[in-house]
C-alpha cells in the first residue's frame, strides 16, 4: 500500500531553534514530492522536489529529496512563532489524474 | 484572480440531512479535487475531476456524490449525514498532468459537523 510517513508527529521548539522535519515515503510511480505549510485553513505550497540531491531554498527554510533512500527532510532555521503551523509532505504519483498521497503532518509550536 | 473558493465555512447537519459543499475556481484549471481532513490526519481524497462531465472516486467516496458541469465548479453533495462525516472539507484545483511542475491549489475549507 502507497504511504507517506512523517515523524516527529508533533514539536515545540523556541524562536531562534533550527528544526528539521522528516519524510520518507512508499509510493509506486513517484513523479515529485511536495511540502506544505498548513495554519489555520489550507495547505499552502511551499516546495517540490523532483530529483534527489537538489536543495530547494525559500528564505530560510530548506528542503531536498533523496530517491534512493525514499526520504525528504524540510529544514527550517532561526524558527519564528509565525513558523508555527502544520507542515505536510505529499508525494505526487504518475497515475491517470494529478494523485496526490498526503502524510499526516507535523505540528510545530514555536514559542518565544 | 480569486483562486479557488469554498462556501460554507461551517456548517452543522443533524444525521440524516443532506447539503451541498460548493467550490469554485477561476484559474481555468483541468482538475479539481475533493479532499477531507480529520484531526491528526493527513488529507484523503473523495472524488477528483479532470474536466467538465468527467469525476472519478478517490479513495473515501462512500456517502458522497460529484458533478462537475463547468471546468470552474465541482460541488460535493452528502445525500444522508453521519457523524463519521464530520471533518473539515477542502477543494483542489491544478492545471494539468505530467508537466512535474505543477501543484494543486487549496480553498479555505469548510469545517462540517453532524450531530
Known amino acids: 500500500e502507497d504511504k507517506v510517513v512523517q515523524s516527529p508527529l508533533s514539536l515545540v521548539v523556541h524562536e531562534g531553534d533550527t528544526v528539521t522535519l522528516n519524510c520518507s515515503y512508499e509510493?509506486?510511480?513517484?513523479?515529485?514530492l511536495l511540502w506544505y505549510k498548513q495554519e489555520k485553513k489550507a495547505p499552502t505550497f511551499l516546495f517540490m522536489l523532483?530529483?534527489?540531491?537538489i536543495e530547494k531554498k525559500s528564505g530560510r527554510l530548506s528542503s531536498i529529496l533523496d530517491k534512493k533512500e525514499l526520504f525528504s527532510i524540510l529544514n527550517i532555521t532561526a524558527t519564528q512563532t509565525g513558523d508555527s503551523a502544520v507542515y505536510l509532505c505529499?508525494?505526487?504519483?504518475?497515475?491517470?489524474?494529478?494523485?496526490?498521497?498526503f502524510g499526516p503532518g507535523t505540528s510545530l509550536s514555536v514559542i518565544p | 484572480n480569486a483562486g479557488v473558493t469554498q462556501t460554507p465555512k461551517f456548517r452543522i447537519l443533524k444525521i440524516g440531512q443532506s447539503m451541498t459543499l460548493q467550490c469554485a475556481q477561476d484559474m481555468n484549471h483541468n482538475y479539481m479535487y475533493w479532499y477531507r481532513q480529520d484531526p491528526g490526519m493527513g488529507l484523503k481524497l473523495i472524488y477528483y475531476?479532470?474536466?467538465?462531465?468527467?469525476?472519478d472516486k478517490g479513495e473515501v467516496p462512500n456517502g458522497y456524490n460529484v458533478s462537475r458541469s463547468t471546468t470552474e465548479d465541482f460541488p460535493l453533495r452528502l445525500e444522508l449525514a453521519a457523524p463519521s462525516q464530520t471533518s473539515v472539507y477542502f477543494c483542489?484545483?491544478?492545471?494539468?498532468?505530467?508537466?512535474?511542475?505543477?501543484?494543486?491549489?487549496f480553498g479555505p475549507g469548510t469545517r462540517l459537523t453532524v450531530l
Open positions: 523532483t530529483s534527489s540531491g
Open positions: 505529499a508525494v505526487n504519483q504518475k497515475t491517470s489524474y494529478d494523485k496526490v498521497i
Open positions: 509510493v509506486t510511480n513517484f513523479r515529485s
Open positions: 483542489a484545483s491544478s492545471y494539468s498532468l505530467g508537466l512535474g511542475t505543477d501543484t494543486q491549489y
Open positions: 475531476s479532470v474536466g467538465a462531465g468527467i469525476t
